[in-house]
């Protein structure tokens, strides 16, 4: 009767939220798990537990009464959200660590799925704390895992993809960051984000696309909603950096960076990055005059190239070079162009 009694408490502490305290009792007598479940789904998400240690309490004193009688995906769901509660990372391990005991002990069929979720929430507490090693490996192993499994929840993806795309981040490594974070997407709904968790998705997505080596592909981002929250904020530019580049748009690119140069000089990655940027939007421009022409009409003297890209021929036949390497051009071989 602890967990009634935890109730009773809170519901004379907090007379505003008595219709709560009073819908989780009634369920919890009833022993209506999945009810139960899905009211504490709803409770848990009020902005009065956001701060402070209300659910680390609420968790400690009512659900541990009956964590493993409701679906044990869910309990791993509010055992993440309980331990992000926690002031010191340590007790935030003990505690994920004594949830996994818990759900290994159930010994109910895909239990795999539960622990992983769980696991994954130490693997993005161990990179913020500095340990790659211990993360990657949580990674590697949860990889294992998932290739394992059939019916996997979108939430486990989800957690997968989005730990995986920080600990890249953590790394500077644009290209898998990308790729990770539009698969964290694929198993996420944008609407169920935050704001501000969007805008500073959609800059890091925009970021690691302009700078990750073979993305020279921008329509999939351009098209997903998530882009949308970059308009009419203070990193507004680097939308628009975007459509120049999905265009090939080499002018208008250099317009941009002539107007927005104060916000570019911000950002240190675009800074150290500036010949890359300037070579990979040429190698855009290069297509763009490609496909722009009838298919039957595509033998282009390479001094044209030089004139829009504003290149020397020899910087040009380098760019064509560097277009092969990454298979931009395999299926338009060399003699499409021609010193005449």
């Known amino acids: 009767?602890?967990?009634?009694?935890?109730?009773?408490?809170?519901?004379?502490?907090?007379?505003?939220?008595?219709?709560?305290?009073?819908?989780?009792?009634?369920?919890?007598?009833?022993?209506?798990?999945?009810?139960?479940?899905?009211?504490?789904?709803?409770?848990?998400?009020?902005?009065?537990?956001?701060?402070?240690?209300?659910?680390?309490?609420?968790?400690?004193?009512?659900?541990?009464?009956?964590e493993t009688k409701i679906n044990l995906l869910k309990l791993a769901h509010f055992a993440v959200i309980v331990s992000r509660q926690y002031a010191e990372r340590e007790s935030a391990f003990s505690y994920l660590e004594g949830v996994i005991e818990k759900l290994q002990a159930t010994k109910e069929l895909r239990i795999e799925?539960?622990?992983?979720?769980?696991?994954?929430?130490?693997?993005?507490?161990?990179?913020?704390?500095?340990?790659?090693?211990?993360?990657?490996?949580?990674?590697?192993?949860?990889?294992?895992?998932?290739?394992?499994?059939?019916?996997?929840?979108?939430?486990?993806?989800?957690?997968?993809?989005?730990?995986?795309?920080?600990?890249?981040?953590?790394?500077?490594?644009?290209?898998?960051?990308?790729?990770?974070?539009?698969?964290?997407?694929?198993?996420?709904?944008?609407?169920?984000?935050?704001?501000?968790?969007?805008?500073?998705?959609?800059?890091?997505?925009?970021?690691?696309?302009?700078?990750?080596?073979?993305?020279?592909?921008?329509?999939?981002?351009?098209?997903?909603?998530?882009?949308?929250?970059?308009?009419?904020?203070?990193?507004?530019?680097?939308?628009?950096i975007l459509q120049a580049f999905n265009a090939g748009d080499l002018v208008r690119y250099k317009e941009l960076c002539s107007v927005h140069k104060a916000a570019l000089v911000s950002q240190p990655a675009l800074v150290e990055n500036e010949k890359k940027l300037l070579e990979k939007i040429n190698i855009l421009c290069l297509m763009e005059i490609i496909f722009s022409r009838p298919s039957e009409d595509r033998t282009i003297p390479l001094n044209v190239i030089a004139e829009r890209t504003k290149l020397s021929v020899e910087d040009v036949e380098y760019l064509l070079m560097k277009s092969l390497s990454v298979s931009i051009l395999k299926d338009n071989p060399l003699n499409c162009f021609s010193h005449d």
């Not at 967990?3 to 919890?28: F, I, K, T, V």
């Not at 209506?32 to 848990?44: E, S």
Request: proline share 2%; hydrophobic share 40%; net charge negative.
């Open 1 to 66: 009767m602890a967990g009634l009694q935890y109730l009773e408490s809170q519901r004379n502490a907090q007379p505003e939220l008595a219709e709560w305290y009073n819908s989780l009792a009634d369920l919890y007598q009833r022993k209506l798990w999945h009810q139960l479940t899905l009211k504490l789904d709803q409770f848990v998400a009020l902005a009065v537990f956001q701060a402070g240690d209300a659910l680390i309490q609420l968790y400690n004193n009512f659900i541990t009464e009956f």
């Open 113 to 240: 799925e539960p622990i992983l979720y769980v696991k994954l929430q130490i693997a993005a507490f161990k990179l913020e704390k500095g340990d790659q090693k211990e993360c990657k490996k949580i990674l590697d192993d949860g990889k294992t895992t998932l290739d394992s499994m059939t019916d996997v929840d979108p939430s486990v993806y989800a957690s997968f993809h989005w730990v995986s795309s920080q600990y890249h981040k953590f790394h500077r490594e644009f290209s898998e960051f990308y790729r990770s974070s539009l698969l964290y997407l694929a198993y996420t709904s944008v609407e169920s984000l935050s704001d501000t968790f969007k805008l500073d998705l959609a800059f890091d997505l925009s970021l690691s696309a302009l700078l990750g080596d073979n993305i020279y592909n921008f329509g999939e981002l351009l098209s997903h909603p998530i882009i949308k929250s970059l308009l009419g904020t203070k990193v507004e530019w680097i939308y628009y």
